[in-house]
């Protein structure tokens, strides 16, 4: 296959546009980027020697393309060229064709197996395309670089023809053409394609550039013409295309926009000078003990097969039942318990039900005479890939998903079971490489006290199983945290304090043994009184209240010793799926929440919040510069008013049904007028329900936009309660992305003039006696209750593993001392003079 | 005859002068260029001097190859593959060795000069290195011609050097970011005149102090 380089002064230039082009195929391509110096001030430049590196590494006799930005990245690439080997030379080509645009084109082209030369002159021609869908712009210039276009192709007389409407959403953009051009470019037949809406000529549909040039849009008619020997499979194939939408009909998430997440794996490169490793706690506590490794035997595959095609397709169909079978045991097993986290094994097993990848597979074994394992292994890798290469988390994370269930698969294949985590003696830390969703149910059976893995998040699938059986654990420590971990060496997890010693010195291991043993006494101790009230020394009486993302979390939350939920996030529900939950499924999973509260206890549910970090493909939402800053929570709501009328329904009829007190909570509210409107969708709402209880229901706002907050005054006589949510309050106060590792110390919570206006909204809540929670991160920090309390906060809401120790430590507080530490705080000038009122050392 | 450690004395100061003009460089650059030769220069010629320490037993075809390749890897403008091609068609045209003649000074700067024109494709005129190398390397050749003295022959070569640099600044360029300016690139001295003048009046100095001492 051709193989690609990308020349650019800057990384992050080369490195996007890698990922963009990538997004192109599912093919595993041999493209290399060569960009910037080694110079971490100053990155800028170009390397000829990189270059030269970048080069070889994806060379093949099939010859290589290299693209460059400007400037030096030509001249050193021309000079790259000279330290080559003489006979790789003349293999490399240099494109003069723009960019992007080129590499777009050249990435597709070689994914279909084109040569260096086609891969050459359609990179060339990518700028065509561009003047084409400009050239109404510039009416002047006429036929300028429109030549493609024009220029006629003649149909064969013995051409198959074929018509088709397009019903993608935005016409054959850029992927869909992609899938069409590498499904041509499988046929000898010659195709040729013609946009019969916008009376184009036909061209070739080998090219994307063509195809592109066609402009194609939604309900515009093609036609398409096979000739060849092949011609009726060519027509079969590209119908079947058709029918699957250009495979957007499946995935028509990934092609949405995404947000970058920016704290990911990459941002934890190294161990501290304890050695300790930081990644994302899943479940706090601490862990010392010998390590072990699950099994996973990288299983041999040969590419050769004595046995006939069709004895090898039969052989890979008999795994996927199999598989299929034992993954429909499993979520039968689970539902019992927890129907939502079953739904996981749903994922599954709609995966390994994609027909374009069993298509895919059958052609490999039928065609090239491989194996079974062979086959199924490259092809699924192809599609993890390009899972893995999507810039969003929820989406990566299916990667996760495809690589257990096909390894599963491919273990069948090969008769060798699939991993098994050993059964220890002696209580054993679990150390790897990630962790599967069919990992957990073993860890439950056995004795294992923490889980330390290289990758995962802390929405994966694996990591939701994880935080449910409470074992001490951190994901996502990176791969070089575990990499020389041995089997039956002494590890130590400490998730009270995020870090994982691989190679805890002898002192480190008995000083943290100790702790462990402390820790595990006084989780103990904090365990027995989780259900007694977190009332002070002196008699005054916190409400702690449960954060839950899933309905069936609100059981686990009461069981912890919440008196209540402070913050049903909703959007989970409505994340990660093709359509949005109708009003039956909803109401399902909000009765399931409710139904968990006692009748004297609370539940407030927030309405979606989508947008932001949190972006859903099917709500059309569109790409935004700055997120946190955008269309989301109520603001996207008030736009789609069926969507918030359709989720109300589903509270309150849940709350009508379970007869629980319910407290619906709107996100991102800036003026009063949006809450009004809210209302009054409301009030429709409940029109609709007959012998409404009006008691069960109150309607209140999460204070989390600085005008919000500053007005609190305007806002409490119109609502009935309030809840600070901190983490967007402090990042909007302060102008810092708490996910930007550069500015993250400015997003401090003890910045006086954060605590200025935390104060004036609990002292204005108070003192119109509105109920006012606080359900961000700082009202379930410990350190932070005295100052919290001492500002007149009485009620703070939590993830539910927090509850405990937080109540212990709330009874130990004293309310005057507090109050103290409050006013002085509020006198400081900066947030390091209160964390030293904190903490005085 | 030229001995390797005033080849190293050129280098060092040639670091110390692109340290010191890093500022002015990217003045120039920034008029007409992108601003960033300055510092790019100097970050080149800072790993150069860095990299001498590790070169004490090498001989001059070695150091000067060594030069290349820090330049052409650390320089990142269009500086890195022009200069480190100046460094690594000269050392390829001298004997390795601890000494090197005058005429293999004069080769070294001849076949390094050609492939820099190979490379950036100009020519004499179109406000480029070329315009200050192209007559220190005529002066250098009559003077080595006339049997001068070497120390007087590079004096000589950087003086031609900076009238050449000099003669940029009513030029329009032709190469480079700065042709991108077109007229507009009249009136400003050209930077990578000046920092090839630079080199050339640091290896005059070097080799000047060396015998005086």
């Known amino acids: ?841 | 005859m030229i001995t390797k450690q005033e080849i190293i004395n050129w280098l060092e100061r040639a670091g110390e002068i692109y340290e010191k003009q890093r500022g002015y460089l990217t003045e120039l650059d920034k008029a007409i260029g992108d601003a960033d030769h300055g510092n790019n220069m100097n970050r080149g010629f800072q790993k150069v001097t860095e990299n001498l320490a590790d070169h004490s037993d090498s001989d001059i075809k070695n150091i000067l190859s060594m030069v290349a390749k820090t330049l052409i890897s650390s320089v990142g403008g269009a500086a890195g593959p022009l200069y480190g091609t100046l460094f690594l068609k000269g050392a390829g045209s001298i004997d390795a060795s601890d000494e090197i003649s005058d005429s293999d000074l004069l080769h070294f700067w001849e076949e390094g000069i050609k492939g820099v024109q190979a490379r950036g494709r100009a020519e004499a005129g179109d406000k480029t290195m070329i315009d200050s190398l192209l007559p220190a390397l005529e002066t250098l050749k009559q003077s080595i011609g006339n049997n001068e003295e070497i120390t007087k022959a590079l004096e000589k070569a950087a003086q031609s050097a900076k009238k050449g640099m000099e003669e940029t600044i009513p030029l329009i360029a032709k190469k480079g970011r700065a042709s991108y300016l077109g007229e507009r690139s009249k009136e400003h001295q050209d930077p990578g005149a000046t920092s090839s003048y630079y080199l050339v009046s640091a290896l005059a100095e070097a080799v000047s102090n060396n015998s005086s001492e």
């Open chain 1, 1 to 841: 296959m051709t193989g690609i380089v990308i020349v650019s002064h800057h990384p992050d230039l080369a490195n996007g546009l890698k990922e963009l082009a990538l997004q192109m195929t599912s093919v595993d391509i041999p493209l290399a980027v060569a960009a910037g110096i080694d110079d971490p001030d100053d990155p800028i430049g170009t390397d000829a020697v990189k270059i030269q590196q970048a080069i070889e590494k994806v060379y093949s006799d099939d010859g290589v393309v290299v693209f460059m930005d400007l400037g030096s990245a030509i001249l050193s690439t021309d000079m790259a060229l000279e330290f080559l080997d003489e006979n790789q030379r003349k293999n490399v080509h240099l494109s003069a064709a723009p960019i992007v645009e080129g590499v777009l084109s050249a990435v597709t082209q070689a994914a279909a197996g084109a040569s260096v030369q086609s891969v050459m002159e359609e990179a060339n021609n990518a700028l065509s395309q561009k003047q084409a869908s400009l050239e109404e712009e510039y009416p002047s210039d006429s036929n300028s670089g429109s030549e493609t276009d024009t220029k006629k192709t003649s149909i064969p007389e013995n051409a198959i023809k074929l018509e088709l409407t397009i019903a993608n959403s935005l016409g054959l953009h850029a992927r869909p053409a992609a899938q069409l051009v590498q499904a041509a470019n499988r046929f000898k037949s010659d195709i040729y394609i013609k946009n019969e809406d916008k009376e184009k000529n036909p061209v070739s549909a080998k090219s994307l550039n063509q195809v592109l040039l066609q402009e194609i849009r939604k309900h515009d008619t093609i036609t398409l013409w096979f000739a060849g020997e092949d011609k009726e499979e060519a027509k079969e194939g590209i119908i079947q295309l058709a029918d699957d939408h250009f495979g957007e009909k499946t995935s028509s998430r990934l092609s949405e926009p995404k947000n970058v997440e920016t704290t990911e794996s990459d941002s934890i490169p190294d161990p501290d000078e304890e050695g300790a490793w930081k990644g994302t706690v899943i479940s706090p506590g601490l862990a010392t003990g010998p390590a072990i490794r699950p099994s996973t035997v990288t299983p041999k595959i040969s590419k050769e097969t004595s046995s006939s095609s069709k004895e090898e397709w039969s052989k890979l169909q008999e795994a996927i039942k199999a598989v299929k079978s034992e993954l429909s045991d499993q979520k039968k097993k689970l539902e019992q318990h927890d129907s939502e986290a079953a739904e996981i094994f749903d994922v599954h097993l709609l995966l390994i039900n994609d027909s374009q990848l069993l298509e895919r597979v059958h052609k490999k074994i039928t065609e090239n005479g491989v194996s079974a394992a062979y086959a199924w292994k490259h092809e699924v890798d192809a599609v993890i890939e390009s899972y893995a290469g999507m810039q969003e988390s929820l989406i990566r994370e299916r990667a996760d998903d495809l690589r257990e269930v096909t390894g599963r698969v491919l273990h069948k294949i090969l008769d060798i079971p699939w991993r098994k985590i050993s059964a220890p003696k002696t209580p054993s830390i679990l150390v790897t490489d990630e962790l599967l969703p069919s990992d957990i149910e073993q860890l439950k059976s056995q004795s294992i006290i923490g889980v330390a893995a290289a990758k995962g998040s802390p929405t994966s699938h694996a990591s939701i199983l994880l935080r449910g059986t409470g074992i001490p654990s951190i994901v996502a420590l990176g791969d070089k945290a575990i990499e020389k971990v041995q089997e039956g060496k002494d590890v130590v997890i400490d998730a009270v304090n995020n870090q994982f010693y691989p190679h805890p010195t002898n002192q480190q291991f008995k000083i943290l043994s100790e702790q462990e043993a402390t820790w595990k006494e006084r989780s103990q101790a904090t365990e027995e009184d989780r259900k007694k009230p977190a009332e002070t020394t002196d008699g005054t009486r916190f409400r702690i209240l449960g954060n839950i993302t899933r309905s069936e979390e609100a059981k686990t939350a009461i069981e912890k010793g919440a008196e209540g939920i402070g913050l049903y996030r909703t959007e989970y529900l409505f994340l990660n799926r093709e359509e949005q939950p109708d009003i039956d499924e909803q109401y399902r999973h909000y009765s399931v929440a409710m139904e968990s509260m006692e009748h004297d206890q609370t539940l407030t549910i927030r309405t979606m919040d989508i947008g932001g970090d949190k972006n859903v493909g099917y709500l059309n939402q569109i790409h935004e510069q700055n997120p946190n800053l955008g269309w989301r929570g109520l603001r996207y709501h008030l736009d789609h008013p069926e969507l918030l009328h359709i989720q109300l329904q589903a509270i309150l009829q849940a709350a009508h049904d379970t007869e629980r007190h319910v407290e619906i909570m709107f996100p991102m509210v800036t003026s009063i007028s949006e809450f009004k409107k809210a209302r009054s969708v409301f009030k429709t709402a409940v029109s609709e329900i007959s012998n409404y209880n009006k008691e069960l229901i109150s309607l209140g706002i999460m204070v989390e936009i600085p005008a919000a907050a500053i007005l609190i005054d305007k806002i409490l006589p119109h609502v009935d309660f309030i809840s600070i949510g901190t983490n967007d309050l402090v990042q909007y106060t302060l102008a810092a992305d708490r996910n930007n590792e550069k500015v993250q110390a400015i997003a401090n919570p003890l910045h006086p003039a954060f605590l200025t206006l935390l104060h004036k909204v609990i002292k204005t809540a108070a003192e119109s006696d509105t109920p006012v929670a606080m359900c961000g991160e700082m009202g379930g920090d410990p350190t932070m209750t005295p100052l919290l309390a001492g500002l007149g906060l009485r009620d703070f809401s939590m993830s539910p593993g927090r509850i405990p120790e937080f109540k212990w430590q709330a009874r130990k507080l004293d309310m005057a001392k507090a109050e103290e530490l409050a006013l002085a705080a509020l006198d400081c000038d900066d947030p390091e003079e209160v964390a030293r009122l904190l903490s005085p050392e």
